[in-house]
């Protein structure tokens, strides 16, 4: 089992910076690939990002790749998010999301892949 909690949302303006965290519980966090999922008021949820257990492998969605950047410290059980550049079509409940799967690559886009997730935390950004 793993508990996920994130921290680090609120309201910033367009063009700022934020960095979410996501706290796991758990004495095996790193053989887990961590992502960040979004949702918006009225759309479906939307893969954000995903790192490998290791850290070394990341897998960006296009609306993102450049402004944010994911990463993971194994030793304090954390994934962060860091955002730059903001814009208001950010504006979700990020969630965190841990996958104990080995599958391809590609499938760590999808919601289905992972097991456990946080209860979401949330970004605003105004114009």
């Known amino acids: 089992q793993v508990q996920l909690v994130e921290s680090g949302g609120g309201l910033v303006q367009a063009g700022g910076s934020l960095r979410l965290s996501c706290a796991a519980s758990g004495r095996t966090f790193s053989s887990y690939v961590m992502g960040w999922f979004r949702q918006a008021p009225g759309k479906e949820r939307e893969f954000v990002a995903a790192i490998r257990g290791s850290g070394g492998t990341t897998y960006y969605a296009a609306s993102v790749k450049g402004r944010f950047t994911i990463s993971r410290d194994n030793a304090k059980n954390t994934v962060y998010l860091q955002m730059n550049s903001l814009k208001p079509e950010d504006t979700a409940v990020y969630y965190c999301?841990?996958?104990?799967?080995?599958?391809?690559?590609?499938?760590?886009?999808?919601?289905?892949?992972?097991?456990?997730w946080g209860q979401g935390t949330q970004v605003t950004v105004s114009s």
């Open positions: 999301a841990a996958s104990g799967l080995t599958v391809p690559g590609s499938d760590y886009y999808y919601a289905r892949t992972y097991g456990y």
